[in-house]
């Protein structure tokens, strides 16, 4: 499995064929963006002329995309165009690091085992930092001997590899995380705000916070509050990271999962809206740890 193909080369995707390119791997990539596309080829990956083309002649073909129609177009295709599950050589392995819903993950994953074919989701978690550094989380949903396959791709771009279950199980453990995350953000900004707003130094209530029982992820490695910890995006005004409107999305996705299942998910929803709220004021673009300006009276 020395050839890989990658196709989507944002802000997650980018860095994480490099990695690959730099492990040794052959990377054969492509991207709608060509400023995008080219950054990875002077990292050393081969430019492709299109998905297809990248794919046909892969081991593994890794794609990082918007959302499941998009998926489901670049591996089913449609009547004017092949799809990769087309064209792709026998014993391929797909996955799939997009975050999207489960049905289409799981009716992907259908279609091709229908040819054959191996495919995994495989949500990432752990940001922008985390895919240069190689050290992102990925949480896995397909069969055993698709998870065991992939072992060696995925331990270059990261640090703890998950199997949640069959196809589509990543997705749900993925949105599942990312709806407790919104909660904390939330919850953080508004009581370190609160401390502000007493008079407390928000650098010294981080700390009693982080090793008292409200300490969590968001105090340790991403305090959304100004000038309290270095190298995070609220000290670099808020840019850089997961943006808000992916936030939004997510949240978005967390809330159809829920009406599936009849689960009953207040806090999610709550954070969902604050965050919808906080997109439509402009900021769609900045990090979600900007959601603090939600309660900032200078905001």
Request: with cysteine; glycine share 12%; charged share 15%.
């Amino acid at each position: 499995m020395n050839t890989v193909a990658f196709i989507g080369l944002g802000n997650m995707g980018g860095p994480m064929a490099v990695n690959l390119v730099k492990a040794g791997y052959t990377v054969k990539a492509f991207d709608l963006s060509q400023a995008a596309l080219s950054h990875v080829v002077e990292q050393g990956a081969m430019q492709a002329p299109s998905a297809c083309a990248a794919a046909a002649a892969a081991d593994v073909v890794i794609t990082m995309l918007p959302a499941g129609k998009h998926v489901r177009s670049l591996y089913l295709g449609d009547e004017q165009n092949k799809g990769i599950i087309d064209v792709v050589a026998d014993g391929t392995l797909l996955i799939d690091c997009s975050t999207i819903d489960a049905e289409s993950a799981r009716f992907v994953a259908e279609q091709a085992k229908a040819k054959g074919l191996e495919f995994i989701d495989a949500p990432v978690s752990g940001g922008t930092a985390g895919a240069a550094a190689g050290t992102l989380t990925f949480i896995c949903g397909g069969s055993d001997a698709a998870f065991e396959q992939a072992q060696g791709v995925l331990n270059v771009m990261g640090a703890n590899i998950f199997h949640a279950g069959g196809p589509g199980a990543g997705q749900v453990a993925k949105i599942c995380n990312n709806m407790l995350l919104s909660v904390l953000m939330v919850g953080t900004s508004e009581s370190i705000q609160m401390g502000i707003d007493h008079g407390l130094d928000p650098k010294v209530l981080s700390e009693i916070m982080k090793v008292s029982s409200g300490g969590n992820w968001t105090l340790d490695k991403y305090n959304p509050c100004p000038d309290v910890m270095e190298n995070v995006p609220s000290s670099n005004g808020y840019q850089g990271g997961f943006m808000v409107d992916l936030m939004v999305k997510d949240l978005g996705l967390s809330q159809e999962a829920a009406l599936l299942s009849n689960s009953s998910t207040p806090m999610g929803a709550l954070a969902r809206s604050l965050y919808v709220n906080h997109a439509r004021q402009g900021n769609g673009k900045r990090d979600f740890s900007s959601i603090f300006e939600q309660f900032n009276k200078k905001g």
